[in-house]
């Protein structure tokens, strides 16, 4: 399995912007999808985006789409999420998660950094 480690998560206003970070360990990249998840507080865990790291293939949560956006760089083994035009909504803690292409469910999981975005 991989180690993730995410960070970058902090506080800002409404219309700002972060970039988190998820660092990558263990073995390698190919053939997994890496994607990034969040909960607010209360709520269940939610789908943001995930790519697939051979191909760059990406796609979002309707909710993110046009405002954040997931990649990667290979010769850092990391993956980045750059969420920009914040809304409170989007306070949560973000947590990356990998899995094989194979498999249905993600089975590595960060231990999430908080982002919370005031109004």
């Known amino acids: 399995q991989v180690q993730l480690v995410e960070s970058g998560g902090g506080l800002v206003q409404a219309g700002e912007s972060l970039r988190l970070s998820c660092v990558i360990s263990g073995r390698t990249t190919s053939g997994y999808v890496m994607a990034w998840f969040r909960q607010a507080p209360g709520k269940e865990r939610e789908f943001v985006s995930r790519i697939w790291w051979n191909s760059g293939r990406k796609d979002y949560a309707d909710s993110v789409k046009g405002r954040f956006t997931i990649s990667r760089d290979n010769a850092k083994n990391t993956m980045y999420l750059q969420m920009n035009s914040l809304k409170p909504e989007d306070t949560a803690v973000y947590y990356c998660?990998?899995?094989?292409?194979?498999?249905?469910?993600?089975?590595?999981w960060g231990q999430g950094t908080q982002v919370t975005v005031s109004s």
């Open positions: 998660a990998a899995r094989r292409v194979a498999n249905s469910e993600y089975y590595s």
